[in-house]
């Protein structure tokens, strides 16, 4: 195989997001742009599907995808923004690091108890309150718990650290999406009470062109 394309390969692998649908018009919010067309699905506060779930307490979820014409273009999650209500400002992406760091520590992130994470299998979620630290890093000291033998590291749950990977695994990062379509997670913060949000409308700009979706 040519190192070109093995690299090719690569690159696409570590990018990570969702396999697109065959078109835009399967997502429930599409638009026609000037080089393309835009998909979008809202998802509030969880995701679930058979490759992973999870529930991020602190953040709204869209999923978008963009379908070029006319060749390749950049397909980035810095092209969206996030318009509640009708007002302003409004909401930029953040990173799924970010998104990760929440619902991996739970007990560490801004003190913030209640996330509740899926990891994938299976119907059952779990949820996890204020307890111990976890480990935000490598070493971390703050994550040590007293033994009879000494210390340990204190690790997040199995279930925490998987839906932690599919909030990465997932999450919408700058790539070239082909005409066949590329698709992933866009993540906004957002901490007020789901309920009160009566319109929700996402924004792009991109080199595709412009577009105002209605999600809600």
């Known amino acids: 195989m040519p190192w070109l394309l093995i690299l090719l390969l690569a690159g696409a692998a570590w990018a990570g997001g969702l396999d697109p649908r065959a078109k835009a018009q399967d997502y429930p919010h599409h638009a026609a742009l000037e080089r393309g067309t835009l998909g979008a699905e809202y998802h509030g506060r969880a995701f679930d599907s058979a490759g992973g779930s999870f529930f991020a307490q602190d953040f709204l979820i869209v999923e978008a995808a963009l379908f070029p014409s006319g060749g390749p273009l950049e397909f980035s999650p810095s092209h969206f923004r996030l318009r509640l209500n009708g007002r302003s400002p409004e909401l930029l992406h953040v990173t799924p690091g970010t998104v990760a760091l929440a619902v991996r520590n739970p007990d560490s992130y801004e003190q913030r108890p209640g996330l509740v994470a899926g990891g994938g299998v299976g119907s059952g979620q779990v949820v ?53 379509g590329a698709a992933g997670l866009v993540y906004f913060y957002w901490r007020g009470k789901h309920a009160r949000l009566k319109r929700i409308e996402l924004l792009y700009e991109g080199p595709a062109g412009k577009a105002v979706l209605r999600l809600r």
């Open 128 to 180: 996890f309150g204020r307890r111990r630290p976890y480990e935000r890093f490598p070493g971390d000291p703050e994550a040590r718990i007293p033994t009879r033998e000494g210390t340990r590291q204190a690790s997040p749950p199995d279930s925490l650290a998987a839906a932690a990977e599919a909030v990465e695994r997932f999450g919408l990062s700058r790539i070239e999406a082909p005409e066949a």
